[in-house]
Each structure stands twice: as C-alpha cells, then as structure tokens.
C-alpha cells in the first residue's frame, strides 16, 4: 500500500502543474487510457462466476437490477443463517466477524426485533454471514455449525448476555463462553469441543465470502457490513438507513412526481449544460464510486458533455455518501468551484487507478480538488459537512435514493447504471409516460 502512495501524488503535483502552464497531454492521462486494471488476483473464469467482466459497482448491486444473481448474494446452505422467504421484497445481508462488538450488540439487540418486524410480515428475509478472518470468530463459526441453523443466532445471543464483551475476552475464555452459550440451546460441551476442534463447515465458503466482498470495496474488518437488495451500509451506525431502505423495497416509489420541488436545480448544483434545458438528468452519485457508471468510465463521457453543449439537456450531479471515506471526498468536492467540478470529477475518474485501491482516497481527492481551486480550510467546515448530510437525508426520505447511480427524470426514478447509449431511450420513454398521464395529478 505504501509503495503506491507516491503514484497518486505524483498524478496530483502534474495536475497542478499541468493546470498552471496550459500543458498538452501527459503520460499520465496516456496512461489514463490503459485497459484497466485487474480488481483481483482471480482467474478470468472465476470472475465470470461472480456476474462477468463488470466494475465492482455495478457487479454489488445487480441484485436489485432483476438480473443474474451476484454470486455472493445467493443464499447459501453453508455459512448462511437466515429467516424469512427469499421471495421477499428486501433481501438483508449481515457479513461481520460474530466476535467483534458491533456484531455482538447488532445480534442481541436488533435480529429479534427485525425478524418481528419485517421478517414475520414478509417484507424482508434477512441472513448472518460469519466471517473467518480470526481465530476468534472462526471459533464462533465452528460453534454455530455445530448448534445448526436454527440455533446459531440464539446462541450468539446467549453468549452476550453471559457476556456483552466476549469477543474482547482472551480466545480460551471467549470459547469458554461460546461453550456455554451453545449448552444453552441444548448441544453438550464435549460435542461443542469436538466440533471446535475438527471443524463441522468448510469455511473456506466464509473466506469466499470475505474475499468476494473486498473485491466490491465492501468488506471492513471494524464494521459489521449490512446489505439490502445489494446496496451496501458499511457499518452498523447505518441501520437505521438500511432499515429505511427495507421500507422503500415495499413501496413502490419510482415514480415521485413530475414536478417535484426537490427535482428542480437549487443554488450549489453541479449542472453540466443549460439550466433551463427543457430535459433535465438528475444523478445521485459519489466521487468515488465511479467505478460502475458509464458516464465516467474513462473520464467524463465526451458524448454527455456534447448532449449538454447542445443547450437541450442538463445534467445535474448530486453528491450521496455513506459516511467515512465517501463522506470525505465529497465535502472535498463541495469546496471545488462550479466552473471547475466537472473537469475535476473527469480528471478524478479517468485517474482512478490511482487510487481507487487505497485505504484512504479522500486525501488523494483532497490534493486533487486544491488543485482544482478548493480551499483547504473548507474541507474542515462544518456547514459544508452538514449541507451534505441533510441535503442526503432528504434524498433518502422524500425520493427513496438509497444507493449511487439513483437516476430522475421527470420525477421517474431509475436504480443502477445508465448506459450512454440507453439515455435517448429512457428520456423518449419517460416523456410517453408523462403525456400518457398527463390529466392525473402526482
């Protein structure tokens, strides 16, 4: 990790260079032209298993797309334990180590009270994913096969009230708990040891697991990482989002008025063309989740820019995050002026390789957006932070975004990525809608 960090700096110093002397290409944006890189170290045919040659994005939330399955959200008789109807309209993931305390406390304090919910209502199915990454939880995996499907979250649960700080405890008393935990839903001491010793699963499925999520920047070691018909809560501070998204799952709210104040253009949006365009193209997007859209393959799509320069179209970027790193980059471009934005966000996508595998790509957008004409001090100001939060709360409350690449037209809202080429076509579609509809009232 280390050893790449001067590579993004030394993109960043010839950006600012290259800003100040009017520079013609460089071998940086050269080498932005290269195929892109390899996500991982997985064959070709083992990619295709996981949905294809497909961005990391766009393979997380095929799921919600009606599409072939992601391979890591098919549910699994091994490592999986789950309640509820696969048939139901949100489809809830927990991946977590069962030893770390945000699992602890997500287990004894909020499964029962989903499952009554949401579960019993059939309005959700929900599955724990334990992953075996420490000696602890690869403990506490070997437990729960052991006490089988039915009784792997009751005994979790058992092990936190005996005690709430288990997974903190030295190994050997952190299983003398577990061992206890599982005499509580009726399985023996010496048959729990047995299976602590020999292991009853394969886990190299919970390693798959694990695996396949860092290949979608989606698996954290501190946080208990939360899924919802694929789109990704990283953390268990976004249960409350992830619940709201639940809700959303059984509404139908792709359609969320054509006049709808909130889709009209607001001081401090990113517009890309002529704001009175008749067509206007909302987008709720992150910085750094590129990855999977279209627009911003290699760059910000020429075409787009053309479509825009016609004056009959805008495009309006709208920033949504999920805290952390997201959160970061993009009060980092919020303090970029308007003029610049979208020279910043293409020169930030068609570098991407840069730093799209490291720990903390926000210092890298930091250095990129200064370049830019962003003041530092604006990156630590508290109006620009909650702007974004509210202006993403309400984003999520009033126009069900819940997830990146939330497209409006119109007020008619369209989930993942579109293509390019599939625009003309969405926008000819919507308008029929609208003038088919035309005497009913949003």
């Given at each position: 990790?280390?050893?790449f960090s001067?590579?993004?700096l030394?993109?960043?110093?010839?950006?600012?260079?290259?800003?100040?002397?009017?520079?013609?290409?460089?071998?940086?944006?050269?080498?932005a032209?290269?195929?892109?890189?390899?996500?991982s170290?997985?064959?070709?045919?083992?990619?295709?298993?996981h949905?294809?040659?497909?961005?990391?994005?766009?393979?997380m939330?095929?799921?919600?797309?009606?599409?072939?399955f992601?391979m890591?959200?098919?549910p699994?008789?091994?490592?999986?334990?789950?309640?509820?109807?696969?048939?139901?309209?949100?489809?809830?993931?927990?991946?977590?180590?069962?030893?770390?305390?945000?699992?602890?406390?997500?287990?004894s304090?909020?499964?029962?009270?989903f499952?009554?919910?949401?579960?019993?209502?059939?309005?959700?199915r929900?599955?724990?994913?334990?992953?075996?990454?420490?000696?602890?939880?690869t403990?506490a995996?070997n437990?729960?096969?052991?006490?089988?499907?039915?009784?792997?979250?009751?005994?979790?649960?058992?092990?936190?009230?005996?005690?709430?700080?288990?997974?903190?405890?030295?190994?050997?008393?952190?299983?003398?708990?577990?061992?206890?935990?599982?005499?509580?839903?009726?399985?023996?001491?010496?048959q729990?040891?047995?299976?602590l010793?020999?292991?009853?699963?394969?886990?190299d499925?919970?390693?798959?697991?694990?695996?396949?999520?860092?290949?979608?920047?989606?698996?954290?070691?501190?946080?208990l990482?939360?899924?919802?018909?694929g789109?990704?809560?990283?953390?268990?501070?976004?249960?409350?989002?992830a619940?709201?998204q639940?809700?959303?799952?059984?509404?139908?709210t792709?359609?969320?008025?054509?006049n709808?104040?909130?889709l009209t253009?607001?001081?401090?949006?990113?517009?890309?063309g002529?704001?009175?365009?008749?067509?206007?193209?909302?987008?709720?997007?992150?910085?750094?989740?590129?990855?999977?859209?279209?627009?911003?393959?290699?760059?910000?799509?020429?075409?787009?820019r053309?479509?825009?320069?016609?004056g009959?179209?805008?495009?309006?970027?709208?920033p949504?995050?999920?805290g952390?790193?997201?959160?970061?980059?993009e009060?980092a471009?919020?303090?970029?002026?308007?003029?610049?934005?979208?020279?910043?966000?293409?020169y930030?996508s068609?570098n991407?390789?840069?730093?799209?595998?490291?720990?903390?790509?926000?210092?890298?957008v930091e250095?990129?957006a200064v370049?830019?004409?962003?003041?530092?001090?604006?990156?630590?100001?508290?109006?620009?932070?909650?702007?974004?939060?509210?202006?993403?709360?309400?984003?999520?409350?009033?126009l069900g975004?819940?997830?990146?690449?939330?497209?409006?037209?119109?007020?008619?809202?369209?989930?993942?990525?579109?293509?390019?080429?599939?625009l003309?076509?969405f926008?000819?579609?919507?308008?029929?809608?609208?003038?088919?509809?035309?005497g009913?009232?949003?």
């Amino acid at each position: 990790m280390k050893v790449f960090s001067l590579f993004p700096l030394a993109a960043v110093c010839l950006s600012v260079f290259c800003a100040s002397t009017s520079c013609p290409s460089t071998a940086l944006a050269q080498a932005a032209k290269k195929p892109k890189a390899v996500l991982s170290s997985e064959s070709e045919e083992e990619d295709k298993e996981h949905g294809g040659d497909e961005s990391r994005d766009h393979k997380m939330f095929r799921f919600t797309q009606g599409s072939t399955f992601n391979m890591a959200f098919i549910p699994r008789d091994m490592s999986e334990y789950a309640e509820g109807d696969i048939r139901a309209p949100a489809q809830v993931y927990i991946w977590a180590d069962p030893s770390l305390t945000d699992s602890i406390l997500f287990v004894s304090t909020e499964w029962d009270n989903f499952v009554e919910k949401y579960v019993k209502t059939g309005m959700a199915r929900i599955a724990f994913r334990p992953v075996t990454l420490t000696p602890k939880a690869t403990a506490a995996a070997n437990i729960m096969a052991c006490v089988g499907k039915s009784a792997g979250i009751p005994m979790l649960q058992h092990a936190a009230r005996i005690d709430p700080l288990w997974g903190t405890r030295p190994y050997d008393k952190a299983v003398e708990i577990l061992v206890k935990a599982a005499g509580e839903v009726g399985v023996e001491p010496k048959q729990t040891v047995t299976c602590l010793l020999d292991g009853k699963l394969n886990f190299d499925i919970a390693r798959y697991f694990a695996k396949d999520a860092r290949r979608i920047d989606a698996w954290d070691e501190e946080d208990l990482n939360i899924y919802v018909n694929g789109g990704w809560w990283p953390g268990y501070e976004f249960w409350p989002l992830a619940k709201k998204q639940v809700e959303l799952s059984n509404k139908d709210t792709k359609d969320v008025g054509d006049n709808n104040p909130l889709l009209t253009i607001q001081p401090g949006d990113r517009v890309l063309g002529n704001p009175n365009a008749r067509v206007k193209l909302f987008d709720y997007g992150n910085v750094i989740r590129v990855q999977g859209r279209t627009f911003f393959k290699e760059g910000l799509d020429s075409r787009l820019r053309s479509f825009a320069a016609t004056g009959d179209f805008a495009y309006i970027y709208r920033p949504f995050h999920f805290g952390g790193e997201t959160r970061k980059s993009e009060i980092a471009a919020a303090c970029v002026p308007q003029a610049k934005f979208f020279d910043f966000l293409d020169y930030l996508s068609q570098n991407k390789h840069f730093w799209e595998k490291l720990e903390k790509p926000s210092e890298i957008v930091e250095l990129v957006a200064v370049s830019y004409g962003a003041e530092k001090s604006c990156f630590n100001d508290p109006s620009v932070a909650k702007k974004l939060d509210d202006a993403r709360n309400e984003a999520i409350e009033k126009l069900g975004v819940i997830r990146v690449s939330t497209y409006f037209y119109r007020g008619i809202r369209h989930y993942g990525n579109l293509p390019f080429d599939e625009l003309p076509l969405f926008i000819k579609k919507v308008d029929a809608y609208r003038d088919e509809n035309a005497g009913n009232k949003n």
